[in-house]
């Protein structure tokens, strides 16, 4: 399974545009990336599923460039209900299952 | 539509004593039924997965053992906890290229 590195923490102010970027070198072909949004004591709740390209729904964007070794989560406008942890995962569908890393601590100040 | 039930909420158990966590899935069949433990401030670690009624596939050696009785049933257990087995217990199911997770089960171990 590929493993995805992301950056331990981030601040930002309610109303900026949020980005977080995750490395995840050894991707292969059968591989989606998914980003997932948790809050303490609560299991992780879906927020974005891509295989190259641009992705959007009604919460946010991500980012995938061609060689797919990368993505970035884009979070439009936080508000200070978005502070969570926030993972990058690579789910291989061959095998039907996923790694997740340590996540991103994404601190949103008034 | 789907919904992912465990219990219990929250376990304080001794060391050496016996476990068992229950997870049941509705409205689906046949799920790809997981189960996770997320140690405090890490990500989320998969221990057991299971593909059908009675197919266990272990990730991490360790005290723990899982079972599947019925399709949309996935129990966690162990003979006699360790300290190190507290933590936040996750189970999930798959739909596709994407994971559900229950509301978890908080595990203390003293």
């Known amino acids: 399974l590929a493993k995805t590195t992301q950056p331990i923490s981030m601040d930002s102010y309610e109303g900026q545009e949020v980005n977080i970027t995750c490395s995840h070198n050894n991707i292969a072909t059968n591989d989606y990336i998914t980003w997932y949004q948790q809050f303490p004591s609560q299991g992780p709740r879906f927020i974005i599923q891509?295989?190259?390209t641009k992705v959007t729904n009604e919460v946010a964007s991500l980012f995938i460039p061609a060689d797919r070794k990368s993505s970035t989560l884009s979070l439009p406008r936080v508000s200070l209900s978005d502070t969570a942890v926030y993972y990058c995962l690579v789910f291989n569908t061959n095998a039907g299952k996923s790694t997740f890393g340590d996540g991103t601590t994404l601190t949103v100040k008034p | 539509s789907q919904t992912i039930h465990q219990w219990p909420a929250t376990l304080v158990q001794p060391v050496g004593s016996p476990l068992s966590l229950e997870c049941t899935v509705e409205g689906t069949s046949n799920p790809n039924l997981y189960w996770y433990r997320q140690a405090a401030g890490r990500g989320l670690q998969l221990l057991f997965y299971s593909v059908g009624i009675g197919q266990i596939s272990s990730e991490v050696p360790q005290n723990l053992s899982a079972s599947r009785p019925q399709d949309r049933q996935f129990i966690l257990s162990s003979k006699k906890l360790l300290l190190s087995d507290s933590g936040f217990y996750l189970c999930?199911?798959?739909?596709?290229?994407?994971?559900?997770f229950g509301p978890g089960t908080r595990l203390t171990v003293l």
């Open positions: 999930a199911w798959r739909a596709e290229n994407e994971q559900f």
């Open positions: 891509g295989y190259k």
